[in-house]
Nanobody, 120 residues
Framework: VQLQASGGGLVQSGGSLRLSCAAS????????IGWYRQAPGKQRELVAN????????RYADSVEGRFTISIDNAKNTVYLQMNSLQPEDTAVYYC??????????????WGQGTQVTVSS
């Protein structure tokens, strides 16, 4: 299974970006999928994730009300709509999924990071 992330970039404070992460590979089942971020000198932290099949969403307190996670089940793609971005949102964002395959069972997979930079 591979997770391909895209959508990062440079935006001014108050702006918006949308991140995408597409899961691909042989037969698999997504248990949950979402986004982490890591700012320079800080630990990686959960931003948001979504459970399947329930669709339950979880957000970090710092992004609640500004970020929205969604999933296109047909495309196995998760999106993170980020609004009202602030300089403190600057980080490398990583897609993460707990995904089941017949060969490995349920395993955590990581996509490549995508840089989000918010200028003040």
């Amino acid at each position: 299974v591979q997770l391909q992330a895209s959508g990062g970039g440079l935006v001014q404070s108050g702006g918006s970006l949308r991140l995408s992460c597409a899961a691909s590979g042989s037969t698999f089942v997504i248990n949950n999928i979402g986004w982490y971020r890591q700012a320079p000198g800080k630990q990686r932290e959960l931003v948001a994730n979504i459970e399947r099949p329930s669709g339950a969403e979880r957000y970090a307190d710092s992004v609640e009300g500004r970020f929205t996670i969604s999933i296109d089940n047909a495309k196995n793609t998760v999106y993170l709509q980020m609004n009202s971005l602030q300089p403190e949102d600057t980080a490398v964002y990583y897609c993460n999924g707990n995904i089941w395959t017949a060969t490995k069972g349920s395993v955590d997979y990581w996509g490549q990071g995508t840089q989000v930079t918010v200028s003040s």
